[in-house]
């Protein structure tokens, strides 16, 4: 009797699901193979790996920092966490950069603490650990929330921001153009979309209290005005996809408000081009930080 491996029905699904893994490959790509790629680099590179917590208003806030040379500091979306950078992290370091990741405050390997999650934790946070690290100053390349806190940076402490990189971020509530109704969606679609929200924050059990909050944060916050874009003296590149959930036009008026702000429009992306269109971020941030 055969064995089960040599079954005809077990090696047409071995046959299938490899077929159906390489096509889900292509149809990723080249978010697919910037991550297999990003996978190789992390367990191959020799580079110097600094990680550490840091305790915090109640919270640990882990950090970690790969390579040598300027820093340049990444700061993650809201309901993401530092892993969202992988089309980023390996060529930056590449440059010559020392590339400073953080989990903000409740998000992948940092815990919630007492203090409220606002814009102004975040950013203190981020403050505790660039002293942690001994670092004085640096650029900040930072992603929706990111870009956010990389802007109150700018305006709260302008002597520690070289120069920032605000993608897909706004200044105030409104410049949020409201998504669909996701209640409207099939049940079994509603439990997909919930584990794959889950595991991008990477708050895993703590992320449903995780969303609620940060949505709640999205509704009433950041609160800048024209006067506080104006006082960022930092050079300023807003990059907005095409098809942003950040309406242009408050991309445009976030840019011409600082005082060194420029605009870049990703064509075809939406609010995750770091992910989606990564050559052209990639390419944008090079040009803008010289690398």
Request: hydrophobic share 45%; net charge neutral; proline share 4%.
């Amino acid at each position: 009797m055969p064995s089960l491996k040599h079954h005809p029905l077990f090696l047409m699904f071995g046959l299938l699901t490899l077929a159906l893994g390489f096509s889900l490959w292509l149809w990723l790509r080249p978010m697919s193979t910037n991550f297999l790629n990003y996978l190789f680099w992390k367990y191959t590179t020799r580079v110097v790996v600094q990680t550490g917590t840091l305790k915090n208003h109640g919270a640990n806030i882990k950090y970690v920092a790969y390579g040598s040379g300027e820093p340049v500091l990444l700061l993650h979306g809201g309901l993401s966490n530092k892993l969202s950078w992988f089309s980023q992290l390996p060529w930056l370091v590449e440059k010559g950069r020392r590339v400073i990741l953080i989990d903000t405050r409740g998000h992948g390997e940092s815990t919630t603490g007492h203090a409220a999650l606002n814009y102004q934790t975040f950013a203190d946070d981020t403050l505790k650990v660039l002293d942690k690290l001994k670092i004085q100053r640096t650029d900040i390349i930072g992603w929706s929330d990111g870009g956010i806190i990389a802007l109150i940076l700018g305006l709260e402490a302008p002597q520690r921001v070289a120069k920032i990189v605000a993608i897909s971020a706004n200044f105030h509530p409104s410049g949020v153009i409201t998504a669909g109704d996701v209640a409207q969606q099939p049940n079994a679609k509603l439990k997909l979309l919930a584990w794959l929200r889950a595991w991008w924050s990477g708050a895993g059990d703590r992320h449903e209290s995780l969303e609620a909050q940060i949505k709640h944060l999205w509704r009433v916050a950041p609160q800048l005005d024209h006067a506080d874009l104006q006082a960022i003296t930092a050079p300023t590149l807003v990059i907005a996809g095409e098809n942003d959930i950040i309406d242009l036009p408050h991309s445009g008026e976030l840019a011409q408000s600082l005082k060194q702000g420029q605009l870049e429009i990703v064509l075809g992306a939406g609010h995750a081009a770091p992910v989606t269109h990564a050559e052209q971020i990639n390419h944008l941030i090079a040009s803008f930080l010289h690398l």
